[in-house]
């Protein structure tokens, strides 16, 4: 048993001999040496702050960092001094928390040959976030103590039978390969040498054991593992290079994300790079290379305290993981904060999202009907007036008429001048739009409970909306387009809604409850005035009715970033708006869209546009009334245009948005798909 406790002594302290050689030595006695080191490059805000150099084969670095993923690389020259071949380890580093240390050969191989010098890359990068509790006077110092390894390649001695055999001419040498002359290292004779000691150590301890006793027989061997230490058979061959590094990292006072958006503005009201004509940007026109292509300001807010900036054209600079989502930053507002439109889910930390992808839902529509006056609302009343509509065939001769109403005891009297129908009503239908509007569809006759209002005709088709309970046109329009209300949300509103309750609410303290305008303001009411000779307006209205949005961007090419009635203002909070919102979220307006450099079909393609998802999306901005539908704007990829379209043909996609404080930092990133903007928390 004794015999026994011995041999087990002696095998486990020479088997815990091999690791322990490691020639952390200076340059002169190290196997692999360094001989210069030279910056190579390094990210924005990484500052040196002593020269890299090396004092007896040990390198010295000094430096700051900023943000997440700043980086230093330097190029080191190393040495082989030895006859062995040496292999740069792959975790050659026990890493800092924040820093991340990396070195690579040049030339792609792992190995450095004997007698050889070799570049290598060494890079040292700001990798992990730095926890509150390691700063100290918000500062972080890192001094690391960090080591690049080299392992020496072992080389097997080939077998002398497997050779062949050298004899010079009359040498008489013997060509038994008995007697032929070994050239193995060292490590070959490792088996033999093991082997020779541990039955010297067995015996010695076995010796000690009776003549000492267990406790001295410890010590003894503790000394005898010392000794053994020292004999180079029993390791494998490691240089160790040292690196002493201090690297600074102050408490992130990096650069806010409003200050990125808005550094590098041009103010769109007169020529640039992208910009050809002198009065500067054509909102009548798409973006491009020669009509807008980067951050703008909007020059009607230029002079304010807080100017408006824009992303207009093929940009790729505005992208942003926030909440777990990728977004583009389109525009900034009025308190610094920035308005993004969703953008799909990051994948391996990038944005390249495409299609529906982008989108939230696909196929929904606006509203669940495109005939009913107030369904253009983002919310709207419930009780509006429905468009409806009368062939020619029905429509019976000596039908009267007339150009305004009176309502007394719960009927309806024509007033003013009449007209009363013939058998040619396809030829002067016109007159029924020129001032004789309301009907009592009744031959000859002039009382109704209920009356009808018409608005417009086209070819042998009358459109008309019925009122009651003493109401004139005014009132339904009154009612239905600035109706405080707004008690119904559209099918829109809804599903944008139930996506941020799923998603966002544990972000809303990050956002601004920014206004998101259903601007629904008239600029002409078409056939809808009683006095409006509709064939007087010029251009193909045939009595529509425009909104301002429409004539903005269609008609004028002078987009805004206001909203004309407080009640068109969603918000959550009564202090900037309507205070008809539950969550701070919405839909991008077609001024929006068209300061993005998105715009109408006739003016070409605007595929190369930031917004471009290859889908049609739903806007938030009424656009006219035609006929029996009404129409809200849509950007549409597909045909490569912003459009106005039916609210309920069920096309359209949605992209919620929403407003961000702009003074968050950024921890990393350049704003574009590859590599979004990652913000602090």
């Known amino acids: 048993m004794k015999l026994l406790n011995a041999i087990i002594v002696s095998v486990v302290s020479i088997s815990l001999l091999t690791p322990l050689r490691v020639s952390a030595l200076t340059c002169g006695a190290n196997a692999i040496c360094p001989t210069s080191i030279e910056y190579v490059e390094k990210s924005a805000n990484t500052e040196v702050l002593t020269d890299a150099s090396i004092n007896n084969g040990k390198i010295n670095i000094d430096i700051k960092m900023l943000e997440l993923g700043d980086y230093i690389k330097y190029k080191l020259i190393l040495e082989n001094t030895s006859e062995d071949e040496y292999r740069l380890e792959d975790a050659s580093f026990d890493n800092d928390k924040a820093i991340v240390y990396s070195a690579t050969f040049i030339d792609n191989k792992d190995t450095i040959a004997p007698g050889d010098s070799k570049e290598a890359i060494l890079t040292i990068e700001y990798k992990n976030s730095i926890k509150d509790a390691d700063y100290v006077d918000d500062t972080y110092v890192g001094n690391i103590d960090a080591t690049l390894l080299l392992t020496k390649i072992s080389v097997p001695t080939p077998d002398a039978s497997d050779a062949p055999s050298i004899i010079p001419p009359n040498s008489g040498a013997s060509n038994d390969s008995s007697t032929a002359t070994s050239n193995s290292d060292a490590s070959s004779s490792f088996p033999i040498v093991f082997m020779t000691f541990a039955i010297i150590a067995t015996s010695i301890i076995y010796v000690f054991y009776h003549k000492f006793g267990r406790i001295r027989l410890v010590i003894i061997a503790t000394l005898f593992i010392g000794v053994l230490a020292s004999f180079d058979a029993f390791a494998t061959e490691t240089c160790a290079i040292k690196i002493e590094s201090k690297v600074t990292i102050p408490r992130y006072e990096g650069r806010e994300i409003y200050k990125v958006v808005t550094e590098k503005m041009i103010s769109d009201d007169e020529s640039s790079e992208f910009v050809e004509p002198t009065t500067g940007v054509n909102f009548l026109e798409p973006s491009s290379n020669t009509n807008g292509k980067g951050v703008y300001v909007f020059s009607p807010t230029k002079n304010n305290d807080v100017p408006i900036y824009y992303y207009r054209g093929a940009v790729n600079n505005n992208n942003l993981i926030f909440a777990d989502f990728c ?90 001048d009449q007209y009363i129908k013939d058998s040619n009503f ?32 086209r070819s042998s088709v009358m459109f008309y909306v019925t009122l009651k309970n003493g109401e004139k046109i005014e009132d339904a329009i009154r009612n239905d387009i600035t109706n405080e209300a707004n008690t119904n949300k559209s099918i829109v509103r809804a599903t944008v809604d139930n996506w941020y309750r799923d998603n966002m609410t544990a972000y809303t303290d990050s956002l601004e409850d920014a206004v998101w305008c259903n601007d629904r303001s008239l600029y002409d009411v078409g056939g809808w005035d009683k006095n409006n000779d509709v064939f007087e307006i010029t251009g193909e209205q045939d009595g529509k009715m425009i909104f301002n949005t429409n004539y903005r961007v269609f008609i004028s090419g002078k987009p805004e970033i206001g909203c004309a009635s407080k009640n068109d203002a969603f918000t959550v909070s009564e202090e900037n708006g309507n205070g008809n919102l539950e969550y701070p979220v919405g839909l991008m307006t077609l001024d929006e869209a068209v300061l993005a450099g998105y715009n109408w079909y006739k003016y070409g393609s605007i595929s190369d546009n930031y917004l471009n998802n290859g889908k049609g999306w739903w806007l938030m901005s009424p656009s006219l009334v035609s006929a029996n539908s009404i129409y809200v704007g849509v950007a549409y990829s597909v045909v490569d245009n912003v459009s106005p379209v039916y609210v309920s043909n069920g096309l359209g996609g949605v992209r919620p948005t929403i407003s961000l404080k702009g003074r968050f930092r950024i921890l990393s990133g350049d704003g574009s798909g590859d590599k979004p903007f990652v913000l602090e928390n």
């Open 327 to 416: 977004w583009k930053v389109f525009r900034t507002t009025e308190t610094e904060g920035l308005k993004m439109i969703y953008n799909g889910i990051p994948t391996n930390g990038q944005c390249l999202a495409d299609g529906n992808d982008t989108m939230v839902a696909t196929g929904v529509k606006y509203n669940s009907s495109a005939s009913n006056l107030s369904y253009f609302g983002y919310s709207y009343a419930s009780n509006g007036h429905a468009l409806s509509y009368m062939t020619n065939s029905k429509i019976a001769n000596g039908m009267v008429f007339a150009n305004d109403v009176s309502y007394i005891d719960g009927h309806y009297t024509l007033s003013g």
């Open 426 to 457: 396809t030829t002067d239908r016109d007159l029924v739009l020129k001032t004789h509007h309301y009907t009592c569809l009744k031959v000859s006759g002039t009382e109704c409970e209920t009356v009808r209002y018409v608005y417009m005709t």
